[in-house]
């Protein structure tokens, strides 16, 4: 017990170091790339709008009148002290948009994950465990055509049939006006606020606006865990530690529940857990459809308007949370399948 205990603390200590140097690199290109386009990212963004010595103004203000190595040197320091600037264009703290856009993402992100992962993983398991069935031909057909499905276009789909025809669910939006306006928006993640205030109207109301883009959304997702786990678990299926476990008697319920399963979760951990990254990137499609006000959609506005300071404040909260998550999916992996601590 005391190896097992000192492998994992050693593993984990590892991939906890590992992860400094990686946000080191991703910070520098972060820095590099909104270095070498092409113009002044200052004049870029207001020229035209204001006048030269506002110009300049902001181009001292942001630091771009300093020596690079002295540009390098501030953003580090910010970057590790999560100070990224004002934007350009409307003077937000970029931390403003990390906390209000970021937050509605992330609601959406970790509603349409759940969805994935339950809908992913009961298929596949099920398709793996009645494998050449009716069920296991039904559940690989919708994982491909769910997966194959343009995302924007299920979106207008669920709008127009539970939206405008059905009259169920609202279209867009995280909640409705009076309730987006009185809600005490503490931290900026609808649900919880709700709940924290006691408001169980605007809870609901909450609930009822998020169905349809978590549920488009995660469905989407869904199509790559289900191909996963049934490959991954008729592969465990076939082991030797499987066949000695039906050998001495064990229903072949539990035999793919407590044995196969849990080994066929070891790529499925590293897929699931790469995709809710991309999806905390930003679903730009999905809040482009439903109207919502995520962190993708201000990073497209921003992106149009070529403010690069807010640009560079947003990708570098995506680098440190892309390398957070894989060390997130490092410690999960190493709970499930023993064998990576070594």
Do not use: C
């Not at 970021?102 to 970790?110: C, D, P, R, V």
């Not at 997702?221 to 490959?231: E, K, P």
Request: hydrophobic residues 50%; glycine residues 8%.
């Amino acid at each position: 017990m005391r190896q097992h205990g000192t492998s994992l603390r050693a593993y984990l200590l590892t991939r906890v170091g590992l992860a400094i140097p990686t946000v080191f690199v991703l910070l520098t290109l972060v820095f590099l790339l909104m270095r070498v386009a092409p113009g002044d990212p200052i004049q870029a963004a207001l020229g035209g709008h204001v006048s030269q010595e506002e110009i300049a103004k902001r181009r001292a203000e942001a630091g771009y009148d300093r020596p690079i190595l002295t540009q390098y040197a501030e953003y580090l320091k910010d970057a590790v002290t999560l100070d990224l600037g004002t934007t350009v264009t409307d003077h937000r703290k970029v931390t403003s948009i990390i906390k209000e856009n970021g937050s509605a993402t992330l609601e959406l992100t970790i509603f349409a994950f759940a969805i994935a992962v339950g809908v992913g993983v009961s298929i596949g398991l099920l398709a793996g465990r009645f494998r050449d069935t009716w069920i296991d031909t039904s559940g690989r057909l919708f994982g491909i055509v769910i997966y194959a499905f343009p995302v924007f276009f299920m979106g207008f789909l669920a709008q127009l049939l539970f939206g405008s025809v059905l009259g169920w669910l609202p279209t867009s939006g995280r909640a409705s006006p009076i309730v987006d306006f009185e809600l005490s928006k503490t931290t900026h993640l609808y649900l919880i606020d709700s709940l924290i205030s006691g408001n169980w109207s605007a809870f609901w109301d909450v609930v009822r606006h998020l169905i349809l883009p978590a549920v488009t959304l995660g469905l989407v997702i869904s199509g790559v865990l289900i191909r996963l786990v049934r490959v991954n678990l008729l592969q465990t299926m076939r082991g030797d530690y499987v066949e000695a476990a039906r050998a001495r008697g064990i229903s072949e319920r539990r035999v793919t529940i407590h044995h196969a399963f849990r080994n066929a979760l070891v790529p499925v951990v590293t897929v699931a857990g790469l995709q809710f990254a991309i999806l905390l990137g930003g679903a730009v499609l999905t809040e482009q459809t439903f109207n919502w006000p995520g962190i993708g959609a201000e990073l497209i506005r921003y992106l149009d308007n070529r403010d690069y300071i807010a640009v560079q404040g947003i990708v570098t909260i995506f680098a440190l949370g892309v390398v957070l998550i894989s060390v997130v999916i490092d410690v999960v992996t190493a709970f499930v399948d023993p064998r990576v601590r070594y």
